[in-house]
């Protein structure tokens, strides 16, 4: 039993930048997805932070530091890929304008979409919204635990806190949600 903790110990520490990338890779993409509030551009996200890693690794004043670290870069990542998107939705919807005034129409949707499509749309703009409105560590929870499906072990290691605090913070993390999924639908 003694080994097997030793054994972890050892692998908790990575040497190299590839190490630590391929033992909290998964991690740092929840945390890519809970900031940019979506799976697109997550990949992105994490090939602008393993070359950060690469690039930097020297840098980092003590291997140990490395998961901390990390989660810097993916952070700033997330917010410098959300930033480029704002922008690029911006020209597109400029774009789409400009068009839809040349043919003459005045709805730049394109016409009435099939009720399904619809509803389903719908559906994923409250999610999103209500996601957006969460506080980002609330997020990240969800996140981890509904969509990577990670067990309750996995997200208190990940934090570096218990069990018992992840229930209870994904507790809290799943009534705001239900709150504010239901002033959306009242609304």
Not at 51 to 62: D, E, F, G, H, K
Not at 130 to 156: F, G, N, W
């Amino acid at each position: 039993m003694g080994s097997a903790g030793q054994d972890a110990t050892a692998v908790a520490i990575p040497a190299t930048p590839l190490e630590a990338l391929a033992l909290y890779g998964h991690w740092l993409k929840a945390v890519a997805v809970a900031r940019l509030r979506t799976t697109d551009g997550a990949d992105d996200v994490m090939q602008e932070v393993a070359a950060a890693a690469m690039r930097n690794w020297s840098t980092l004043q003590s291997p140990d530091k490395a998961k901390p670290w990390l989660y810097r870069l993916t952070v700033r990542a997330a917010l410098m890929h959300r930033r480029s998107l704002g922008r690029a939705r911006k020209r597109i919807a400029q774009a789409a304008e400009v068009q839809a005034i040349r043919h003459g129409r005045q709805d730049s949707l394109g016409g009435p979409d099939p009720l399904e499509v619809l509803l389903s749309s719908e559906r994923a703009a409250i999610l999103r919204r209500a996601l957006q409105s969460m506080p980002t560590r609330d997020a990240e929870l969800l996140i981890m635990k509904h969509v990577d499906d990670c067990s309750y072990k996995e997200i208190a290691s990940r934090l570096g806190v218990t069990v018992p605090v992840v229930e209870m913070r994904l507790f809290r993390a799943r009534q705001k949600m239900r709150s504010l999924l239901q002033q959306q639908l009242a609304a």
